[in-house]
Nanobody, 125 residues
C-alpha cells in the first residue's frame, strides 16, 4: 500500500504562484511513477503533470507547459508541483497520484492506483 497526502493549496491572484507538495509513504519513491491531476467544478478530472520513477522523464498537459514544473525529492519521499503564472482556469481540486512500476523511465496519464484526498487551488481574476 502507498499513502499519498497533498498540501500547499490556497487562494492566489491571477499571475501568482503556488507550490503543491505530495508526501508519500509505504513504498520508496524510487519505485513510483507520480502525477498531479485536477478537477474543476463541473468537469472531469484531468492529468496535469507527471514524473517517472527516475525523475528523468516528465509529461505535462499542453495548457500548463512552460508554467508548471513537476519535481521529486527522494530524501523526503515528496513530489512537488510548482505552478507559476496561474490563471483562473487553473482553479480546481488538485490530486496527487502514485503507481508502482517496473519501468524506471516512463510516465503514464491513466491507471493510477493510489490517490490523495486533494487540495483546493483557487485563482482569482
Amino acid at each position: 500500500q502507498v499513502q499519498v497526502v497533498e498540501s500547499g493549496g490556497g487562494l492566489v491572484q491571477a499571475g501568482g504562484s503556488l507550490r503543491l507538495a505530495c508526501a508519500t509513504s509505504g513504498r520508496p519513491l524510487s519505485l513510483l511513477i507520480l502525477a498531479w491531476f485536477r478537477q474543476a467544478p463541473g468537469k472531469e478530472r484531468e492529468f496535469v503533470a507527471g514524473v517517472s520513477r527516475n525523475g528523468r522523464t516528465t509529461d505535462y498537459l499542453d495548457s500548463v507547459k512552460g508554467r508548471f514544473t513537476v519535481s521529486r525529492e527522494s530524501a523526503k519521499n515528496t513530489v512537488y508541483l510548482q505552478m507559476n503564472s496561474l490563471k483562473p482556469e487553473d482553479t480546481g481540486v488538485y490530486y496527487c497520484a502514485a503507481e508502482v512500476s517496473v519501468f524506471p523511465n516512463i510516465v503514464i496519464r491513466t491507471g493510477y492506483e493510489y490517490w490523495g484526498q486533494g487540495t483546493q487551488v483557487t485563482v482569482s481574476s
